[in-house]
């Protein structure tokens, strides 16, 4: 059910930036989902069909889906690496999804062998762009 409020804040904050920038309508946003946030998307994307008419400004905007990958830096020795590769269970990588403060638990950096470090990117929800006429 967080979909349905992730959606309605989706748009609202859309619309306030359209609004800042002197856009009338909205006809585009970029929406940028990080690969360890917890979202159905077919929830997500129907929850903006439902929501979006009530925001005239949005009511015909597009909302594009941009996933971001996941992707954490070593503490110890500063190296970049990706979830998307690394060996792990299928259990792991659904407790990684769900907490992702779990990856510690599980993960180790490819480079040092490092448990220390933190999460780079991948993470939350934001909007990416607007695209609007004035």
Do not use: N
């Not at 069909?49 to 009511?59: G, I, K, N, T, V």
């Amino acid at each position: 059910m967080h979909e349905w409020a992730l959606a309605e804040s989706v748009i609202k904050t859309a619309v306030e930036h359209a609004g800042a920038q002197k856009l009338r309508k909205l006809t585009e946003a970029g929406v940028v989902f990080g690969e360890l946030q917890a979202i159905d998307g077919e929830i997500f994307d129907f929850a903006l069909e439902q929501l979006r008419a009530q925001f005239p400004a949005a009511a015909r905007c597009r909302f594009k889906i941009i996933k971001e990958p996941a992707a954490f830096r070593c503490k110890a020795c500063s190296h970049e690496f990706p979830l998307k590769g690394l060996r792990k269970t299928k259990d792991e990588s659904e407790f990684i999804h769900f907490v992702p403060e779990m990856a510690h638990t599980f993960l180790k950096c490819p480079a040092c062998g490092s448990p220390d470090f933190e999460i780079a990117a991948g993470r939350g929800v934001h909007i990416s762009y607007i695209k609007g006429e004035k």
